[in-house]
Structure formats: C-alpha cells, structure tokens
C-alpha cells in the first residue's frame, strides 16, 4: 500500500491503525536511510557520505534500500510506503520491481499496490500543524485549534507544564514544505491516476471515518 498526503493529513495516525489491524509493517524511507547509516551497511556509507556533503540521496541509493527491505519475510503479506515513492521514476521502477522480483509468478492476477491519497484543505493543514503543541514531560500532544488543553497552554495531566512547539511545526517552515511536497508529489499521484489505482480520501473528515474509507479500499481491493 502506498499512502500519500502532505504533511499533517493524518498518514501517522492512518498507518499506524492499519498495521495494527492486518499485521503488517510501515516502511519509511527516512527510517530506512536512518538505519543503514547507523548500521555502516555499504549503502549507509555512501549515503553518509552524500548526506555529510548536503545533497541529496540519490534515487538509485533509495530504492536499492527499498528493494532490499521489501524481500525481508515480514512484508510477505503486504507493507505500508511511507516517503516512498516521492517521484513518478520512483514509482516506475517499484512497478518495475514487482513485476520482475517480488510477484509470485504462479499467480494469475498481480497484487498491484493500493494506493490512497489522502486530500486535506490547505488551510485545515496549516492549522493541524501550526497548532500542535507537546507536553516535554509526558509526551502527550495537543492541537490549540482542534483539542486544546484546559488551560492555556498547559498540559492537563503534567501539571503546570508549559507546553511547547517543534521548530518544524512554525508558519515560516512549514508554508515552503507545503509547497515542495505538492510539487514533488503532483507527478506521484498522476502517475497512479493514469494506472487507474489512484484512490482519494477526505482527509478533512473525522479519524475514525478516514480509517473507515481507507479499510472499505483495501477489502473491495482483496474481493
């Protein structure tokens, strides 16, 4: 399953319900770069590398990455993608790799992946992310706009801590990541739209009403 939406639709929260419920695993680029480089695998080495220079990783270094977790037993009964594919050469060559390596060729109809957008209002964006807000002693996260704490800016159950917000999460930061994402991910989603398998949920709807959609997809895709 491919899951796409700019940051704060929800693609967390989403993934998380939907490993819970099939037992399957999230695959996040970044986790995965994060790890080889930590490991010294000869893919994290190069990757460090390139990182420690301030350009960016390849595409051929992503997704040999990808190939290499996608074979681990774990997945055999599907994935998650988070991150990935970021570009329509992306997911060509994941196309690609599951026609060539990953298909089990005894089967009749290929399992090609669902892939789901989830569309949120640009403004509904900035004030999901603008707002959040996170507790430094217990961790608990909250959203000024949408579920604030009793008191202004106070954790309600770290009493009397003073809540504070990620530098990320700042209107100056987030409006140019906005903007890179739909740009970079624009080609993504035509791509899977001209395939037919692009599918698009309102992501502006309550949590439990996006899982719902996003379930209903994935059943009426196994019938």
Known sequence: MVLLGPPGAGKGTQSKRIMERYGIPQISTGDL???????????GVVAKSIMARGELVSDDLVCNMVRQRLMQPDCKRGYILDGFPRTAA????????????????????????????????????????????????????YNVHFQPPRFDEVCDEAHGTKLVARNDDRLEVIQPRLTAFEEQTR?????????????????????????????????DHQA
């Open 90 to 141: 992306q997911a060509g060559w994941l196309d690609a790799l599951l026609e060539d390596e990953l298909f089990d060729n005894s089967c009749p109809t290929k399992a090609w992946p669902i892939v789901i957008r989830l569309v949120v209002d640009y403004n509904q964006l900035l004030l999901r992310i603008t707002g959040r807000r996170s507790c430094p002693t217990c961790g608990r996260i």
């Open 33 to 43: 770069l994060r790890e080889h480089v930590s490991r010294g695998t000869e893919l």
């Open 187 to 219: 080609p993504v989603a035509e791509y899977y739209r001209q395939t037919g398998r692009l599918r698009s949920v309102n992501g502006d709807q309550p949590v439990d009403e996006v899982t719902a959609e996003i379930i209903k997809i994935i059943e």
